[in-house]
């Protein structure tokens, strides 16, 4: 079963039933904010999640991760939420400073 936890979210864990789905997708299943300026289309980097563990389980990075790794918009280790899928396993995350919205309460 896909498995996300947000580190600075306090551990937050999440579960999902349904395989294969966008990361944003199950987070916000969820009722957890997370930032997407461009409507989840992957061109902008706002969805941006810090990789911590579980890069094993996710899909491989699409051509806008490629991408934007090239214009250093993102780093290794860094994915979008928008992007990626999730098709089974556990990932830990968490949210950039840059971007944390303010009414949302982050742990360190």
């Not at 349904?18 to 299943?29: A, D, F, G, N, T």
């Not at 563990?53 to 214009?71: A, H, I, R, V, Y």
């Not at 971007?99 to 742990?107: A, R, V």
Request: a positive charge; hydrophobic letters at 35%; glycine letters at 8%.
């Amino acid at each position: 079963m896909p498995q996300i936890v947000i580190e600075n979210l306090f551990n937050l864990r999440i579960n999902s039933s349904s395989v294969h789905r966008k990361v944003i997708e199950i987070i916000h299943e969820n009722g957890i904010d997370w930032m997407h300026a461009c409507g989840k289309k992957g061109r902008c980097t706002t969805c941006k999640i810090i990789l911590k563990t579980g890069e094993e389980n996710l899909s491989p990075p699409t051509k806008p991760e490629l991408d934007f790794l090239k214009q250093g918009r993102l780093r290794r280790g860094e994915r979008l939420a928008c992007q990626a899928y999730l098709p089974t396993g556990e990932i830990v995350v968490r949210v950039g400073e840059i971007n944390k919205f303010p009414h949302i309460d982050y742990s360190e």
